[in-house]
């Protein structure tokens, strides 16, 4: 059986590769991006500038320990301060232990200056990892995104909402005990 819980940041801070900092006029980071109600993080960029990693964790999820993750999706509602200037850079996920994953899910397309809704990954889609629940129920875990201005001039990239969705298979062979002639225990079969 597959389920999916569907969670936004705890925790948001400017990560440390790159060139500018995500900024935000009043509250946190987290909490300009908590929510769909066009109350910003931004970074004014230089041409060829990139913003810092805007590293989103702790998600608060409460999976299986031993589900078996089948795909993450990023959701992020963004624009840019003109078009033809701003594109995603990175968008990777963050691994339990703090570190980068190995896919970048950055769309090679220019930010509309209006506010658009984005996708990054689905249902089926791993981004290259192998996790369990437990990988992503760790505080550490989450995502990280960068933009890049292509334009002449300063441009700004601005997010207004992430969120993060996890689809995890769960069912008598992820970590239950089943009878079938084998025993089994969490995680290993003995028999």
């Given at each position: 059986m597959r389920i999916s819980e569907t969670k936004i940041a705890g925790t948001v801070v400017n990560g440390t590769a790159g060139d500018v900092n995500w900024t935000q006029f009043g509250g946190t980071l987290q909490s300009r991006v908590a929510a769909s109600d066009n109350q910003y993080v931004y970074a004014n960029l230089a041409n060829g500038q990139t913003?810092?990693?805007?590293?989103?964790?702790?998600?608060?999820?409460?999976?299986?320990?031993?589900?078996?993750?089948?795909g993450q999706q990023v959701h992020k509602e963004q624009k840019a301060s003109a078009v033809a200037s701003i594109k995603d850079h990175v968008i990777k996920l963050i691994l339990a232990d703090g570190t980068l994953g190995s896919e970048n899910k950055a769309i090679d397309a220019y930010w509309d200056s209006s506010d658009e809704e984005v996708d990054h990954g689905d249902e089926r889609d791993p981004w290259g990892e192998r996790l369990l629940g437990a990988?992503?129920?760790?505080?550490?875990?989450?995502?990280?995104?960068?933009?890049?201005?292509?334009?002449?001039?300063?441009?700004?990239?601005?997010?207004?909402?992430?969120?993060?969705?996890?689809?995890?298979?769960?069912?008598?062979?992820?970590?239950?005990?089943?009878?079938?002639?084998?025993?089994?225990?969490?995680?290993?079969?003995?028999?």
């Open positions: 913003t810092m990693g805007l590293k989103c964790s702790d998600f608060g999820h409460d999976l299986p320990p031993y589900a078996s993750v089948a990988d992503l129920n760790d505080s550490d875990s989450g995502c990280s995104i960068r933009a890049k201005n292509w334009a002449a001039g300063s441009r700004l990239p601005y997010l207004d909402y992430v969120e993060k969705t996890v689809w995890v298979d769960v069912g008598p062979l992820v970590g239950q005990a089943v009878s079938v002639g084998a025993v089994r225990s969490p995680g290993r079969w003995r028999g």
